[in-house]
């Protein structure tokens, strides 16, 4: 059995968080030195009861430095005798980016229904309450990143579901919320991580996906809703090509057999029938400023040119809607 003089972890291995100290079967004297390195933070335990804590320096170990240890070994006098202690170094460094993904789909519920999510992203925490980590992780020999990252994990892919329905996020903005659903999931475990000795620095949702059936599905009825909105627009622009082609070769038939004539043409101008007149005998289309139709000879009728109603010989204005006739 052996004095140590100075206590220290010169360097971590990258992927631990916890180390404990080999003392090797030495023991702590009074007046050694312990030397904590930055990112570092060394934790003294007695009979896995956490005690002195100490952060990046040098101490000179006495009574005044180990408290906790004093009163837990109940030293009448103070430090005097050689003791033993179970000392963990924990890294304080940030680790990130740590790259998450669900293994299993997320279900969300969304406007179509409950649906399955996958996704994947990033985030980055660290230890900034050591005592608190080692209570709620054990104190074991040595503990690695991946360890943490694997309890992380499940609780923000967990946290995807409450973010999306406290949001109101649906799958047709889903990709333009993003950052808010990552906001909102690293503040619904921040408690959760506090409990742990741990803070959540960043948290980033890269792609949420839907079944591959359902994207189909999704894109297929975005395609109608645009058509179904611009579908009178098609209707209007169709038959008015119609009523042109016809007129060009003063061809009333032509319309009739299309099945559109003059009621064709009011819907497609609004409901009236601006401009575009039909012989009360004979059903031919008029063309404009003619007296007589000539296909029969019949004396043409006046309509007001804004709301389509017969008009009387003469008549200034309309009767019905007040147009001033030309």
């Known amino acids: 059995m052996g004095l140590l003089k100075n206590i220290e972890l010169p360097f971590l291995d990258h992927d631990v968080i916890v180390q404990k100290y080999d003392l090797k079967g030495n023991v702590i004297k009074k007046g050694s030195t312990l030397t904590v390195r930055e990112t570092q933070t060394a934790v003294f335990c007695d009979k896995g009861i956490t005690a002195d804590v100490f952060g990046p320096g040098m101490y000179k170990l006495e009574t005044d430095s180990l408290p906790i240890i004093t009163k837990l070994l109940s030293w009448k006098y103070g430090f005097q005798t050689p003791f033993k202690s179970e000392i963990y170094f924990v890294n304080m460094k940030e680790f990130a980016p740590v790259k998450w993904g669900t293994s299993n789909p997320v279900p969300v519920q969304t406007e179509l229904g409950l649906v399955r999510l996958r996704g994947h992203g990033s985030y980055g ?20 990143a991946g360890d943490v990252c694997a309890m992380l994990r499940s609780l923000l892919v967990g946290e995807i579901s409450t973010a999306f329905a406290a949001l109101g996020v649906s799958l047709k903005d889903m990709t333009l919320r993003y950052k808010e659903l990552s906001e909102a999931v690293k503040e619904g475990v921040k408690d959760r991580c506090t409990n742990l000795g741990i803070t959540l620095t960043a948290f980033d949702i890269e792609n949420l996906s ?30 008015m090509d119609a009523l042109k082609e016809a007129a060009k070769h003063n061809a009333a038939g032509a319309i009739v057999g299309i099945g559109t004539g003059v009621g064709l043409a009011k819907e497609a101008m609004g409901g009236a029938a601006v401009g575009v007149q039909q012989c009360s005998v004979c059903n031919a289309v008029l063309p404009g400023g003619v007296k007589f139709c000539p296909e029969c000879g019949t004396p043409v009728k006046k309509f007001c040119p804004e709301c389509g109603k017969p008009v009387a010989a003469g008549a200034k204005f309309c009767g019905d809607c007040g147009t001033k006739l030309s």
């Open 210 to 239: 839907v079944p591959q059936d359902l994207e189909k599905a999704v894109d297929e009825n975005a395609k109608l809703s645009i058509m179904r909105g611009n579908m009178d627009v098609y209707a209007q622009m169709a038959r």
């Open 125 to 144: 925490f660290k230890v900034t309450d050591p005592v608190a980590f080692l209570k709620r992780c054990g104190l074991t020999d040595i503990y690695y």
